[in-house]
């Protein structure tokens, strides 16, 4: 589809060195509580959940991102050294259903007004164990057409079997949300010792609009996998499960594999052998493996193992740029705040921008890396000014770029790293140096007052006078000097970080241009 033509891969160790280097952030302590309901730590998801296409603004986007991001990366510590099953899929494809068949629920079909929901055809639940059922869901099955699963669910089963059914690819509820999903599946996926991975396709995709659900779905896992290559290497980590299959005896799994086959990427070929089919009711149909012939072929597949090396958090182009328009705003509004010195609301707006960074994307960290390069210049700046007013006895003046200063460190502190008290102590020395300057001014005024009249007294206390001001001259140029080399370095400084950025940013470019060409040829080549 035109949404997944292009899907971005953020891995860290791909960046140039730049960004590699993270700029030095806030120190701001949050408050957790993982017993707090995420609806109630987080009012605005509410609003999100129930109306997918509502506008937020950029404050209530970071909320929600940074919320549901700091649930999932605690979430995905259950898979912390596990060897685990990832279920992935589309949503709607029957990932949690899978889960629940697996683990032994004896699933049934429920008329909707049964389950207070609306519509006319049967929907699957699983029996709980109070109304005769074998085991109550161990996964939330959804029965619209917004998934339940609004991070990576896991769960483990009595036989210690550990799942992980992941929210649908190519979901509908807000490019936010959509991004959270992403990044909490790499994160929980991260987390693991090893895992086996079950890609479920519907059905009822791999007819409509010649397979382009499945395609989809290829395409996302090639890029959550980090390549094709990556996908056709870990094949025998891997098993594609064809739900939602009407029950048919006489189906024919060989013709239908062919068929599959046919028209989809090369990697489809690979994968070909991996294809399975299943019915959650064990009803008959031709070639389809039961609940313990799953298991089995489950237990055969090899685990990935080191999954944090290999998987990627893979954002559409509509939610990569959703988080680009929030991070732009953020940016423009902190260069705004600082230029009418609003040091401590610009601060709030960079805290922002700071809890985006678990994204992991490049852009976002280029453009935070930027804005911390912004507010250390923009500080140099005033420091050169505020010594400046002091070496010209402008202290007033150098007051108030002191006070500035201190803000800047207050609400910047591991950004900024000068030191108040050298700041401090060179305001103090040069007003010093100012009074001792006058003192001496005015005793040679008296002097020379007192010298009327006296020619040759007078020559000398003006000779004397001469010196004194060749000396103050020469003391104030000396100064000017130092203020100007300072300035110069700063110059230098900020230029060669230009130049580096610069050369950066087109090796970069070219190293994204080798990589599309080579998608290029490969998507030529299928």
Not at 25 to 49: G, H, Q
Not at 204 to 213: I, K, L
Not at 366 to 390: A, P
Request: proline residues 4%; glycine residues 6%.
């Amino acid at each position: 589809g035109a949404n997944m033509s292009k899907c971005y891969l953020h891995k860290i160790l791909d960046r140039p060195a730049h960004l590699r280097e993270k700029p030095p952030v806030l120190d701001r302590k949050t408050s957790f509580d993982p017993s707090i309901p995420i609806e109630r730590a987080c009012p605005v998801l509410l609003k999100k959940l129930q109306d997918a296409k509502c506008r937020l603004s950029e404050e209530e986007s970071i909320d929600l991102l940074s919320t549901c991001i700091t649930y999932g990366a605690h979430n995905a510590q259950q898979l912390k050294g596990k060897d685990a099953i990832i279920v992935i899929g589309n949503t709607g494809a029957g990932k949690s259903s899978f889960v629940n068949y697996l683990a032994g629920c004896r699933m049934v079909f429920k008329s909707p007004e049964e389950l207070g929901l609306k519509g006319c055809e049967p929907l699957l639940i699983v029996k709980p164990k109070q109304e005769g059922g074998d085991l109550d869901e161990i996964m939330p099955i959804g029965h619209t057409k917004k998934s339940k699963t609004f991070m990576p669910h896991i769960a483990t089963t009595a036989q210690r079997t550990t799942y992980c059914d992941c929210p649908g690819f190519l979901d509908n509820r807000g490019a936010e949300i959509n991004i959270a999903n992403a990044v909490n599946i790499r994160c929980a996926l991260s987390q693991a010792k090893g895992i086996k991975v079950i890609i479920l396709i519907n059905y009822h995709s791999t007819r409509a609009d010649r397979s382009r659900g499945l395609k989809e779905m290829i395409d996302i896992c090639s890029h959550l996998f980090g390549s094709t290559q990556n996908i056709e290497k870990y094949k025998d980590s891997i098993l594609v499960g064809v739900t939602q299959m009407r029950p048919r005896p006489d189906f024919n799994s060989k013709k239908f594999k062919e068929w599959l086959i046919e028209d989809t990427p090369k990697i489809m070929k690979a994968l070909s052998e991996r294809i399975f089919f299943f019915d959650p009711l064990d009803r008959p149909l031709g070639g389809a493996w039961k609940r313990e012939e799953c298991l089995g072929e489950i237990k055969k597949l090899k685990p990935i193992l080191c999954p944090s090396k290999i998987f990627q958090t893979v954002l559409t182009d509509s939610d990569e740029q959703a988080l680009l328009k929030i991070a732009d705003g953020l940016s423009a509004s902190i260069q705004r705040l600082l230029k009418a010195e609003n040091t401590k609301e610009a601060s709030k707006v960079y805290s922002h921008l700071v809890r985006l960074r678990p994204i992991d994307h490049p852009s976002v960290e280029r453009l935070l890396g930027r804005v911390t390069q912004e507010i250390i210049y923009h500080h140099v700046q005033q420091r050169s000014d505020f010594k400046g007013h002091c070496l010209f006895h402008r202290f007033r003046d150098g007051k108030g770029l002191l006070e500035r200063l201190k803000l800047g460190k207050k609400y910047f502190p591991q950004v900024l790293r000068y030191r108040i008290e050298h700041l401090e102590r060179f305001y103090q020395d040069s007003y010093a140096r100012y009074q001792e300057q006058q003192k001496r001014e005015e005793a040679q005024e008296k002097a020379l007052k007192a010298a009327e009249g006296r020619i040759e007294e007078l020559l000398k206390l003006l000779d004397e006078q001469k010196k004194a001001t060749k000396e103050k001259m020469a003391a104030q140029a000396a100064k000017f000097e130092e203020l100007l080399a300072d300035l110069r370095r700063d110059f230098d400084n900020e230029l060669a970080r230009y130049d580096k950025e610069k050369e950066d940013l087109r090796k970069e470019f070219e190293s994204r241009m080798k990589q599309k060409e080579k998608e290029l040829k490969l998507e030529l080549a299928s």
